[in-house]
């Protein structure tokens, strides 16, 4: 998925940022503020309420920033 494409994305509930997660076999991105993960499937972001899955930010490692390089 390009990355430029993921840093335009966000939350569909609260319209916050998201990060880039890549745990487990499946990646996502996910909302700390709804701490809701929305899966990425073949490449495309599936940003629906009822895709996505809990996700307690505190638990998983460190996320991949999507912070454009300075």
């Not at 700390?32 to 809990?54: H, S, W």
């Amino acid at each position: 998925m390009d990355q430029r494409l993921i840093e335009m994305l966000v939350c569909p509930l609260c319209k916050g940022p998201l990060t880039l997660l890549r745990e487990g076999e499946l990646p996502a991105l996910g909302c700390r503020a709804d701490r809701l993960a929305f899966p990425i499937r073949d490449g495309i972001p599936l940003m629906l309420e009822n895709e996505a899955r809990p996700w307690d930010p505190d638990a998983t490692p460190a996320p991949v920033s999507l912070a454009p390089a300075d």
